[in-house]
């Protein structure tokens, strides 16, 4: 059987399967082992979890379940709460403050948590009550929460840059910088349509109390006093000294990307305890139960789509696939889009996890070889994979906040969430324009280098 057709069968297989229902760690796991058994030495299988072995065997992955740790105690503490109220507090007299102290919570807790769904879920439970209560229709509140806590895989640590890193073989640490000026033009982006949809909104209750004399929520802002305000900070800043103090021993050079991780989840673990007083095994268990199973499906689903990979590479499924895509010589921009759009295609049906160790052998030689910065295209990928977040179907962080706040209808979420995809779109052109967006930070801190 030639190659093209052997691609062709592989990937038609592997959509009928996932297709299916079945589970994706399962569906790529039973499309490796199935085509291992048909096309590859009968040995092949006696290897298999020597494969997944060799595979995982990278210490940068160790750093997953450590940072998952460590967004767990932070997530599952009132952490989240306390940083909402006093962003909050501090950002009233900002128009539209409300919706900004949501977006700046968002992208300091993810920064801590590095996860989206937590960040939804520990900011989202306490903000978007708090905004409908404030007169915020539903879903503005509902949005500005589910693009917040896409944050999550672009603001370090992010354990999808993490799979990238590995997937591409860079600099992790470097990939951790890029994506911080990215993150702040988002967080800048959002909090600027905060302000738009603030006034015309603030606008509308104004003109109906004129016409009706009917008072919205938006006319009733509640002032806080300079020692309320101060008497919120005891409780978050050393949640964002943790923060910092994590950055300065990545970036300092003063730890390993692992080390980093497990020093952070020590130390939140001993900031939840003396903070929260939680500290009794009753109290941990939640937090370490948690911890297991979110890390436990994800290195699940890293191992079976390693093993997937490998399967492609020994068929020469995804060299020829590179080698076709070189062939067509089309022009770098037209391939950087091409590759783009597929990764927004795939967001439709799978998790950024398994799209990076996918579609990264196929993709990252043809990039590599028409002279893009894989750094830089890392933050791209990861931006694209955020808008996956929150588009149906598969859109995670819609469905965290329909489990926070099921009552907003799911229609209300969607349309609320996509003036942020909008958004993202125009970061991603605007990276594209000026790339230094993204690697100006690396290049500073670390010196000029891939």
């Not at 940083?83 to 950002?91: F, S």
Request: with cysteine; charged share 10%.
């Amino acid at each position: 059987m030639s190659v093209l057709a052997l691609g062709l069968l592989f990937g038609g297989v592997t959509l009928v399967v996932m297709f299916s229902g079945m589970p994706i760690a399962f569906a790529l796991g039973f499309v490796a082992v199935l085509f291992m058994g048909l096309f590859m030495p009968a040995a092949s299988l006696d290897t298999v979890t020597q494969n997944v072995y060799e595979e995982m065997a990278s210490i940068t992955l160790l750093s997953i379940p450590l940072f998952i740790l460590k967004g767990a105690a932070i997530g599952r503490s009132d952490a989240g709460r306390d940083l909402y109220l006093a962003m909050h507090a501090w950002m009233q007299r900002v128009p539209g403050g409300l919706g900004i102290a949501n977006v700046f919570t968002c992208a300091l807790f993810a920064a801590m948590a590095g996860s989206s769904p937590a960040t939804c879920s520990a900011i989202g439970s306490a903000g978007i009550p708090e905004m409908r209560r404030r007169g915020y229709s539903p879903g503005f509140a509902a949005g500005i929460i589910a693009a917040g806590g896409t944050l999550g895989i672009l603001l370090p640590p992010s354990i999808t840059m993490i799979l990238y890193a590995v997937a591409a073989e860079v600099s992790l640490g470097r990939l951790f910088l890029a994506g911080i000026g990215p993150g702040l033009l988002l967080v800048a982006l959002f909090a600027l349509y905060a302000m738009y949809r603030y006034r015309k909104e603030y606008a509308a209750a104004r003109a109906e109390f004129d016409r009706s004399g009917e008072r919205h929520a938006f006319l009733d802002e509640k002032q806080y006093t300079l020692h309320e305000k101060v008497e919120m900070l005891p409780r978050v800043l050393p949640f964002v000294i943790l923060l910092i103090g994590v950055m300065v021993a990545l970036y300092g050079g003063y730890a390993t990307p692992s080390e980093t991780a497990g020093l952070g989840a020590v130390l939140a673990l001993l900031l939840i305890g003396v903070v929260y007083r939680v500290w009794r095994p009753r109290d941990l268990a939640p937090i370490l139960g948690a911890t297991l199973k979110e890390s436990t499906m994800l290195m699940f689903i890293i191992g079976m789509s390693l093993l997937f990979s490998y399967v492609m590479s020994y068929l020469h499924i995804s060299q020829s696939a590179a080698s076709a895509i070189v062939a067509l010589q089309l022009s770098k921009w037209f391939l950087l889009a091409a590759i783009l759009l597929m990764v927004v295609i795939l967001g439709l049906f799978l998790p950024p996890v398994s799209i990076i160790l996918m579609t990264a052998p196929i993709v990252l030689p043809p990039l590599r070889t028409a002279g893009f910065d894989l750094i830089w295209f890392g933050v791209l990928m990861t931006i694209v994979m955020e808008m996956g977040l929150i588009h149906p179907p598969v859109g995670l962080n819609i469905f965290v906040i329909k489990n926070i706040a099921p009552d907003i209808p799911l229609a209300d979420v969607i349309w609320g969430v996509l003036p942020f995809v909008l958004m993202m779109f125009v970061a991603i052109v605007l990276i594209c324009l000026v790339p230094g967006i993204a690697t100006w930070f690396p290049n500073a801190v670390m010196g000029a280098g891939k």
